[in-house]
Each structure stands twice: as structure tokens, then as C-alpha cells.
């Protein structure tokens, strides 16, 4: 049987211990009674109890029981039953205005107190959340709004590039010199893959909020794989301004090939990204016994101390991006993938002067899939 915990704030001694020996023998857990309205909130901040039994007309202190309970509910979801020996208009009045959930008048018999809150109890967890499912409900709808806002206006500019180029090839492809074609296909090229990206990156985060990721570590040459990776950004400007170094022996390891991808290709563009044109991005594996360190550092814009708190939030950019086109995907899906991994990611930046992301993950992982249902 669930035990509760009920805080008695009465600032008439005998009454208040009257009321808490009751509720003892009930079966409640209670605390020493409160005099004063100023008590009752330090104690409910405090203690958290599962209800308040509030004298409404305290005389100790500078509040009274119906100001108490309004300053508690700011902060706090416990509900709050008056008790008050007035029974007048005015009184009842003042405490409906505070939304409790119950009221008794004293003096009262051991029956009505115990009814009054059961159902207080009963009521408010009913309410409370019922309260959080519409919260929760309001949260998803305005992320949704807001992932279709970004991800339609992600899309548009790769889609209008694709467009444009595929219009001037059709329209002036026989008078062009093939470099000049091969220039057009190249951005078509670029943007399939920008867009391809994209949609991974959803279908990834989607997969990861309904808890259905799949972890399927295989044998991987590593240094190959970074490689790789390398090359299949060639047709992008980051590329190119890429400076790969390996340390140690990185020809074995056991990761899952898939979320790598992720998160390396998510660190490498977004060093890229937010760098001034031309600046080197420094990209660095080097492989432990036990451990594979994946180091990427750039020289851009940084990222300020408060949005490092918000880094791996789904949707956040730092206030610092400007027009810099982004989703706020990339960095939530590199977290997610650490973690599978059971590894680490750290990062140290200053605005002004550069980022510096590095991801730690052990060298072999164990062939079991988690993934989650």
C-alpha cells in the first residue's frame, strides 16, 4: 500500500496536533505541524508532500493560508485542502479563488477528515495528469510545427538548386563546354546527397525517439573507413579543406558502421559549416587497445557557454549561427550514437575561435543488437 505523506499547517497547537495524530492513525505519514503561512511554502518546497491540510485564517506571519496556498501552486503540484472554523460567503469565497481541492470546517469528526482526503489524493493525481498528457501533448505539437518548418526549408535549397541546374542543362547543354556541364552536374550531385542526408537524419531521429535503433557493431578497418567517408564527401567544399591524421594501429575495430557514419559525417559538415571559407578543419583517429578517439577541430565561430548546456537538444542552434542554414538534427543524432556506443563526446569551443568535438567509444563492442520496443 502506497504510503502518503500529508503536511498539517495549523497555527493552533492543539488542533494541529489533534489533526496529525489522526492522520497517523490513518496510516499518513506526517511531519511536525506548521504555524505560519511563510513555514508552509519552505516546508512544501522542502519536503514535497503528497497533500497540504491549510488553516485558512493563520494568524502567525505576514500570509495567510489562502496566499500560502497560492505561492505553493506556483511552483508546485501538491494539492491543498482548506480547513477553517469560518464558514461565512466572504471565506469561502477567497478560498475557491486558491483552487483547492477540498474544504472542511472545523470542528469535524475523524470520517470526514479521512473521506475529504482520499479523495483529495485520488483527485489530484487523476488531474496532475491529465495535466501533464495536455502539457506533453501542446510540447509535441509545437516540435512537430517547428521540425516541419525547418525540414521544409532545409529541403528547399538543395531541391532549387537541383532545378536550376537541370534547367540550364536542358535548355543550353549542347552549347556548354563539357567543364562547364560537368560543373552543373556536380551541384546536382552535391544536392541528391545533401538531400539523402536529410532524410537520414530524420528517419535516424525518428528511430531513436520511438526507441527502435538498431545497434549492429561489425568488424571495421578504420582508417579505411575514415577514408572512405572522406571521399564520399568529395563533392562538397568540406572535403577539401579536411586534414585527416591517424595515430596507432587503426586497421581493426567493432563499431556499427552506420551510426559512425553519422557521427562523423554530422561533426565533419558542421566544422565546415560554421568555418571561415578556406580554413583547415583538423580531423584526427587515433586508436588505443581499448579505445578508438575520434578528434574533429575547427577554426569558426564557436559556440557560446549557454547553448553548450543545450548542444544535443533536438532543434536547438546556438544564437550565435546567423543566416547559417541548419536543422539542430545533426549534433541530437551524434549524441544518441555515442551513447549506443557507450562511449563519450566532449567538447570545448569559444566563440571567436574555433570548436574542438572529441568522441571517445570503445575499440570492440560485443555483436548484440539493442535494439528497443
Not at 511563510?38 to 514535497?48: D, G, L, R, T, Y
Not at 472542511?104 to 483529495?120: H, M, S
Not at 521540425?147 to 537541383?162: C, D, G, K, N
Not at 535548355?171 to 546527397?193: C, G, L, M, T
Amino acid at each position: 500500500m502506497e504510503t502518503y505523506t500529508i503536511l498539517v499547517v495549523e497555527d493552533e497547537a492543539v488542533i494541529g496536533m489533534n489533526i496529525r495524530s489522526t492522520l497517523k492513525r490513518l496510516g499518513y505519514q506526517v511531519p511536525p505541524v506548521v504555524p505560519s503561512g511563510e513555514k508552509a511554502v519552505q516546508k512544501a518546497n522542502s519536503i514535497k508532500p503528497d497533500l497540504i491540510l491549510m488553516d485558512i485564517m493563520l494568524k502567525k506571519g505576514g500570509i495567510d493560508g489562502v496566499e500560502a496556498a497560492q505561492k505553493i501552486s506556483e511552483n508546485l503540484e501538491i494539492p491543498i485542502v482548506f480547513l477553517t472554523a469560518h464558514s461565512d460567503p466572504q471565506t469561502i469565497e477567497r478560498a475557491k479563488a486558491a483552487a483547492p481541492f477540498g474544504y472542511i470546517v472545523k470542528p469535524f469528526e475523524e470520517r470526514n477528515l479521512q473521506t475529504t482526503v482520499e479523495i483529495a489524493l485520488v483527485r489530484a493525481k487523476s488531474e496532475f495528469a491529465l495535466k501533464r498528457a495536455i502539457e506533453k501533448e501542446r510540447e509535441l505539437n509545437e516540435l512537430k510545427n517547428h521540425f516541419v518548418s525547418i525540414v521544409s526549408h532545409e529541403f528547399r535549397t538543395p531541391l532549387s538548386t537541383i532545378l536550376f541546374s537541370a534547367t540550364l542543362l536542358e535548355n543550353f547543354d549542347e552549347s556548354w563546354p563539357a567543364e562547364r556541364r560537368k560543373d552543373y552536374f556536380q551541384k546536382i550531385h552535391s544536392s541528391v546527397k545533401q538531400l539523402r542526408s536529410l532524410i537520414d537524419d530524420v528517419l535516424l531521429l525518428g528511430q531513436a525517439e520511438s526507441q527502435k535503433l538498431d545497434f549492429k557493431p561489425l568488424e571495421l578497418n578504420l582508417e579505411k573507413f575514415c577514408l572512405d567517408l572522406l571521399d564520399d564527401l568529395k563533392l562538397t567544399e568540406c572535403q577539401e579543406r579536411i586534414q585527416f591524421v591517424v595515430t596507432g594501429d587503426c586497421h581493426h575495430g567493432k563499431l556499427d558502421r552506420n551510426l559512425l557514419t553519422h557521427i562523423l559525417r554530422n561533426l565533419l559538415t558542421n566544422a565546415a559549416k560554421y568555418s571561415p571559407n578556406g580554413s583547415p578543419v583538423h580531423f584526427e583517429l587515433t586508436c588505443q587497445e581499448e579505445w578508438v578517439i575520434f578528434r574533429v577541430k575547427d577554426q569558426g565561430i564557436g559556440i557560446p557557454l549557454d547553448d553548450q548546456k543545450h548542444l544535443y537538444e533536438t532543434f536547438h542552434r546556438a544564437k550565435n549561427v546567423g543566416k547559417i542554414a541548419g536543422t539542430g538534427l545533426g549534433l541530437s543524432i551524434v549524441k544518441q550514437a555515442v551513447d549506443l556506443h557507450k562511449g563519450t563526446i566532449d567538447v570545448k569551443s569559444q566563440v571567436g575561435e574555433g570548436t574542438e568535438f572529441v568522441v571517445k567509444l570503445p575499440r570492440i563492442q560485443e555483436p548484440e543488437s539493442l535494439q528497443r520496443s
